[in-house]
């Protein structure tokens, strides 16, 4: 019963580097998001995938890229990592974007850049 | 752009005690609104999804309302129980993207 599983769980990083976070569901959903949670900010969309093969900016898409690699698989890239990024990360899945459906959460990256 | 708005940040409430939680969104165009459950250093877990054309939608102790004209939901939680301390999350969707409010913290006091 697995759902949404995020990797790693923790991660610090140096200003510079880069870094992938993994995200992968087992649910069998078209759609699959990342946000990213700060203090006093609430969740933010960074990227999100209506279906496989697409793509697309949400409202903080800078300084990240996104593959979905396959229908279970959606990653987030960090090319050059920068203390703004310190943040907890958070991957959600949903059946059809189209349908409204409820997002499923994983249970998070908590990444610091020094 | 959408702005959801949740208050009190934080509150505490007795054991027993029902729970009224309120959500803001300025902008009626919605496609659905969602409460979420967050515990602390945890994903979100959905609670209720409630579809524009809807008014109100319930799960066990949990019901939700949906205002759309008045831009306003409500989250309540009957007979408040310790296991329900935590925070709670409103989400609007439209515009292509799900917009959240930043929370109520609640703690239920035994």
């Known amino acids: 019963n697995a759902g949404v599983t995020q990797t790693p769980k923790f991660q610090v990083l140096k200003t510079g580097q880069s870094m992938t976070l993994q995200c992968a569901q087992d649910m069998n959903h078209n759609s699959m998001y990342w946000y990213r949670q700060d203090p006093g900010m609430g969740l933010r969309l960074i990227y999100y995938?209506?279906?496989?093969?697409?793509?697309d900016k949400g409202e903080v898409p800078n300084g990240y890229n996104v593959s979905r690699l396959n229908k279970r698989e959606f990653s987030l890239r960090l090319e050059s990592a920068a203390p703004s990024q310190t943040s907890v990360y958070f991957c959600?899945?949903?059946?059809?974007?189209?349908?409204?459906?409820?997002?499923?959460f994983g249970d998070g990256t908590r990444l610091s850049i020094l | 752009k959408q702005e959801v708005t949740q208050i009190p940040a934080a509150l505490s409430v007795p054991e027993g005690e029902n729970l009224v939680l309120n959500c803001s969104f300025t902008?009626?165009?919605?496609?659905?609104l969602q409460w979420f459950r967050q515990d602390p250093g945890k994903g979100l877990t959905s609670l209720l999804l409630?579809?524009?054309?809807?008014r109100e939608q319930t799960s066990g102790r949990l019901n939700a309302s949906l205002d759309k004209s008045s831009g306003r939901s409500t989250l309540y939680i009957a007979a408040s129980q310790p296991g329900d301390s935590a925070t709670y999350l409103c989400a609007v969707e439209g515009n292509n993207r799900l917009a959240f409010g930043k929370g109520n913290q609640v703690v239920v006091i035994p």
């Open positions: 959600a899945s949903s059946e059809d974007r189209d349908l409204g459906q409820p997002q499923h």
């Open positions: 902008d009626s165009a919605i496609y659905n």
């Open positions: 995938s209506a279906s496989e093969g697409t793509t």
């Open positions: 409630i579809q524009s054309s809807q």
